[in-house]
């Protein structure tokens, strides 16, 4: 008998994403052994591994078939410009990615950013959107806490995911436009589809497409 080809789901290594992640795939039957620490951890009952990688390298391992799943937010994925496959919403990380400015700030329209700084960590969404709304302003690429930014001079607004608002709220910053909003998805490689196709099976996972 053929031995069953191993399949990888990539999951994030810690973050918001990791415990969702993982109690999503254990509420779909499958077992592992306890947190080792370990970069890739063996499903106990299944021919699956996890690889747990940065979230934001999951779109890149998925989409060249390292990985032939991922979960990962979707904004990361818009991000990274990759035409993945979701093979479905998992409902978790919800999520939006919003332009926000000094509550004292004179900017009231997405129109009163034209010239203006505005920080993120998402150069190409915000980029697509001021596009589309015929706005140039500078974009201010920062690796994280773009909050901070307006507060320190750096920025005159910001473009930021928010969940409750309360982040924005402790740095004196009001939600101006929603540029994208997003939730975790599960991603497909597009290879192996036949060994795939069985895992969702199993998994009872009904495809999106
Ligand atoms: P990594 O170390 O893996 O790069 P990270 O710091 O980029 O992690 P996290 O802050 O753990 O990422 O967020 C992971 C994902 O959780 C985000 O990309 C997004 O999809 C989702 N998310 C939900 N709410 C928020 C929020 N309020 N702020 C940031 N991310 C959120
Ligand atoms: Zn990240």
Do not use: H, W
């Not at 410009?81 to 004179?106: D, K, M, Q």
Request: with cysteine; net charge positive; proline share 3%.
């Amino acid at each position: 008998m053929k031995t069953q080809e191993r399949l990888k789901i990539a999951v994030q290594k810690s973050g918001r994403l990791y415990q969702s992640s993982m109690d999503f795939l254990t509420s779909r039957g499958l077992a592992f052994s306890p947190d080792s620490r370990s970069l890739i951890r063996t499903c106990q009952n299944s021919n699956i591994d996890i690889v747990y990688l940065r979230d934001d390298d999951i779109p890149e391992y998925v989409s060249r078939g390292i990985a032939d799943f991922g979960i990962v937010g979707q904004n990361v994925l818009a991000e990274k410009g990759l035409t993945l496959r979701i093979v479905t919403r998992l409902g978790f990380a919800l999520c939006r990615l919003v332009i926000a400015v000094p509550r004292c700030s004179r900017i009231r329209t997405v129109e009163d950013l034209q010239n203006l700084r505005i920080a993120t960590s998402y150069p190409k969404l915000l980029t697509d959107y001021l596009g589309k709304s015929n706005i140039k302003a500078s974009i201010v690429v920062v690796s994280g806490s773009a909050e901070i930014a307006p507060r320190l001079g750096l920025a005159d607004a910001v473009c930021d995911l928010v969940q409750t608002g309360a982040t924005l709220e402790a740095n004196d910053l009001v939600p101006l436009c929603t540029v994208l909003g997003s939730q975790a998805v599960l991603v497909g490689s597009p290879v192996r589809k036949r060994s795939k196709k069985r895992l969702l099976l199993d998994l009872n996972i009904k495809s999106l497409i």
